[in-house]
């Protein structure tokens, strides 16, 4: 007499096959995030970069005042000076960056002087951190401490 249908062992092999690739998806899916939000903060640190030398060449000066924000009650205090925190930095003749990104993860670390700046963010990894000096942007160990 034939019998119909999986024994037991097969059963638990398609099971266990299933469960594995399961366990590897989501895996995968949470380093693809990760991955994800290091390149948004990096992109949002050369976009800050990026306004911050324009700014400069406008300017003759790295010091953003809270008269050059859009709207100056969220100001961001960084070593005495100042940045523009979820306002856009603009100078009289033009917007520079439309708005200061919020980072998806930890926060962004600035300093900013008169002759320089200093911006960084923890990557996903907790090692290493993705810094923008004075328009130069660079993977590195340490955190900005202090302004350029």
């Known amino acids: 007499m034939k019998r119909k249908g999986f024994t037991l062992i097969e059963l638990l092999v398609v099971i266990a096959i299933i469960g594995l690739l399961s366990t590897l998806a989501v895996v995968s899916l949470n380093s693809a995030r990760g991955k994800a939000r290091d390149a948004q903060k990096k992109s949002d640190l050369n976009a800050i970069s990026t306004?911050?030398?324009l700014y400069n060449i406008e300017?003759?000066?790295y010091t953003i005042s809270a008269a050059d924000c859009t709207v100056a009650t969220t100001v961001v205090e960084t070593t005495g000076n100042?940045?523009?925190d979820g306002?856009?930095?603009e100078t009289t003749n033009d917007v520079l960056l439309q708005s200061?990104?919020?980072p998806p993860s930890d926060t962004y670390v600035a300093f900013?002087?008169?002759d320089g700046y200093c911006f960084s963010v923890?990557?996903?990894d907790d090692t290493n951190y993705f810094k923008c000096i004075n328009g130069s942007c660079y993977?590195?160990?340490t955190a900005c401490t202090v302004a350029p």
């Open 59 to 61: 300017e003759n000066n």
């Open 100 to 102: 200061i990104p919020v």
């Open 139 to 141: 993977l590195d160990t």
């Open 82 to 84: 100042t940045i523009c």
């Open 87 to 89: 306002n856009r930095i």
């Open 51 to 53: 306004a911050i030398e």
């Open 112 to 114: 900013v002087g008169a």
């Open 122 to 124: 923890l990557l996903e």
